[in-house]
């Protein structure tokens, strides 16, 4: 119960006072909460496959599949992905799911806009990655939906998070392989109605092997929605 008290403490701080630099102090630009210098440094995902957003060794401008996506294609038909899983991304993902800083939620949800702003087709809902309710009662809020508040107010599109529960309390995936991963995953989620929409666009912090993303596409598209992207923060 403290856990949670704090937390919405956090939260209610962040909403109010102004932004400075969560990475090194300073003003941040914008009310964002990140300086320009600390954001210059912050590294994009370069060329990569337009369906997983998994980087490609040579540049290339032509939009293309990997070898994964060829033969596995994955449930979710496009991931957008601004940064790779690296350095203060990384840093802010972590202390953000870990170590109950709530604040960086809301600057990891406007660093995503921004970049859907100019690159995605804008879906008719958003779906945030629903937490196991022993993991929500862990952490004290879902860091997605905060996330994804910050990109559905910036975009005017509805979030539908009460549609898909996650039903299994599935172990983190972060010691895990890929072929343990998608297992860990597997009959995770359970839909509770039909999404009042043909595109969805899931809403993850970051995406490894794509296994929670592919697990939670299929589960909506079982219910005749027509096409499913992902959206996420960075890209392991």
């Keep these: 119960m403290m856990k949670t008290v704090n937390n919405w403490i956090n939260i209610i701080q962040y909403s ?4 400075s630099c969560i990475l090194c102090g300073n003003r941040g630009m914008q009310d964002m909460g990140l300086c320009q210098p600390c954001y210059n440094g912050l590294l994009t995902v370069k060329s990569h496959c337009f369906c997983c957003a998994k980087q ?3 540049d290339s401008s032509n939009l293309q599949l990997c070898g994964d996506c060829q033969k596995n294609p994955p449930a979710f038909d496009r991931t957008y992905a601004p940064f790779a899983h690296q350095g203060a991304i990384r ?23 921004k ?12 779906i945030p990655v629903p937490l196991h309710p022993k993991r929500y009662q862990q952490r004290g809020f879902n860091q997605t939906l905060e996330i994804a508040k910050i990109i559905a107010q910036q ?30 995953i597997k009959n995770a989620f359970q839909m509770e109605a039909r999404p009042n929409a043909e595109h969805i666009a899931i809403l993850h912090d970051v995406m490894t092997t794509g296994a929670t993303a592919n697990e939670l596409a299929k589960t909506i598209k079982a219910t005749g929605v027509n096409r499913v992207d992902v959206w996420v923060c960075a890209r392991a």
Excluded: M, V, W
């Design 16 to 19: 109010l006072l102004p932004a």
């Design 56 to 58: 490609f060794e040579s």
């Design 91 to 113: 840093y802010l993902i972590n202390q953000c799911k870990f170590n109950g800083a709530y604040k960086n939620s809301r600057l990891l949800g406007l660093l995503l806009g």
């Design 115 to 126: 970049h859907l702003t100019n690159n995605a087709e804008l879906p008719e809902l958003i």
């Design 155 to 184: 975009h005017s599109i509805p979030i539908d998070n009460a549609c898909c529960l996650h039903i299994k309390n599935t172990p983190h995936q972060i010691s895990l392989t890929g072929k343990q991963r998608h297992k860990n």
